[in-house]
């Protein structure tokens, strides 16, 4: 097996980058959903903006996100924001943990990509694993991987919501995703995962699923309704 994509998503709900090589912390892929959109009710996502998707997120030489190219926190950005997100949505940086749906890392392999027969970008995962036949990787919580100088823990299979829907290209909806998803796969696909030690991890590095034993992390996630703190 080996590492076959990296990606990252500067931008929460926004389209991301593919990277050749990335650093693993305790707090994700470095750099990873760092800027995220709300409005005065609180945190907005594709689950409800899907318009937010046909935005572009990517990361500047000086580390600083881009929103189309533009600054995140300029006019230009603000603007592109405002019109996929609605007339008070903004955008706010905020590196804490909460900022993830479950855990800091996703990860889906070819095989089960291949399987399920749709554009696994819209999976929106970070690492994409090679050389994995068929649907393997369902039988991965509890494990871990090997990657670089890196080890994940693979936790459980990820729930999918109406994100997946969204064609990553075109934000045309096809809710048959969704539903071969449920209907094939009990609503679940790819793996929710932890970086249990930090490494640096680069393209067509060798993977090794192993049966080390890891500290279950603390999850994240959003509290619906909950007051968005940013530092």
Not at 32 to 45: A, I, K, Y
Not at 152 to 181: A, F, Q, W, Y
Request: net charge negative.
């Amino acid at each position: 097996m080996h590492l076959r994509e990296i990606w990252r998503f500067p931008v929460k709900s926004m389209r991301g980058e593919q990277l050749k090589s990335v650093e693993l912390t305790d707090n994700g892929l470095t750099g990873d959903r760092h800027v995220h959109v709300r409005d005065s009710r609180g945190l907005l996502t594709a689950r409800v903006r899907s318009r937010l998707l046909g935005l572009s997120a990517t990361t500047a030489e000086d580390g600083g996100v881009l929103v189309n190219g533009h600054p995140w926190d300029g006019p230009e950005a603000a603007e592109l924001i405002r019109g996929a997100a609605g007339p008070d949505a903004e955008a706010v940086r905020y590196a804490g943990r909460e900022r993830f749906d479950v855990l800091n890392l996703t990860v889906i392999t070819d095989g089960a990509a291949q399987a399920l027969g749709h554009d696994p970008r819209r999976l929106r995962s970070n690492l994409v694993i090679g050389g994995v036949p068929g649907l393997s990787e369902r039988d991965w919580p509890g494990r871990t991987l090997r990657i670089g100088d890196a080890v994940i823990g693979v936790l459980k299979l990820r729930s999918r919501c109406v994100m997946t829907t969204v064609d990553p290209d075109t934000g045309e909806r096809n809710h048959d995703v969704l539903r071969d998803i449920h209907r094939l796969y009990g609503g679940t696909f790819a793996l929710d995962c932890w970086v249990a030690s930090p490494g640096t991890v680069t393209e067509g590095d060798e993977v090794r699923l192993t049966d080390e034993e890891w500290p279950e992390p603390v999850r994240g996630g959003w509290i619906v309704g909950a007051p968005y703190v940013v530092p």
